[in-house]
């Protein structure tokens, strides 16, 4: 079994960063992680994914070249950079793990666990 907590979530001005930490509890091994955010009335929105060794890494077309995900599997971590952020990357954001070898998938069904999220609230 994996729980996973998030945290790092604030209140920023446009431009600013943040950090989202993800720390998973029990074993990641081979588990592929994801960073997803959802508003309310919005579905769920694929934000980045990273493989179990982390030589694979997508990323949403909106956040793309603005956020890097990356690992620590030693430290069972994942992290979320989000750097330049805007208003409309306001949202709750949640990670996600699954327990696969290869490409990290990108549709939220197919994740098996889940973080409780975060926010993250951009003012213009």
């Known amino acids: 079994q994996v729980q996973l907590v998030e945290s790092g979530g604030g209140l920023v001005q446009a431009g600013a960063s943040l950090r989202l930490s993800c720390v998973a509890s029990?074993?990641?091994?081979?588990?592929?992680m994801g960073w997803f955010r959802q508003v309310p009335g919005k579905e769920r929105e694929f934000v980045a994914a990273?493989?179990?060794?982390?030589?694979?890494?997508y990323y949403g077309d909106s956040v793309k070249g603005r956020f890097t995900i990356s690992r620590d599997n030693a430290k069972n971590t994942v992290y979320l950079q989000m750097n330049s952020l805007k208003p409309e990357d306001t949202a709750v954001y949640s990670c996600?793990?699954?327990?696969?070898?290869?490409?990290?998938?990108?549709?939220?069904?197919?994740?098996?666990?889940w973080g409780q999220g975060t926010q993250v609230t951009v003012s213009s």
């Open positions: 996600a793990a699954v327990r696969r070898l290869g490409a990290p998938p990108r549709e939220p069904n197919e994740y098996d666990y």
């Open positions: 029990g074993i990641l091994s081979s588990h592929a």
């Open positions: 990273i493989s179990w060794i982390g030589g694979f890494s």
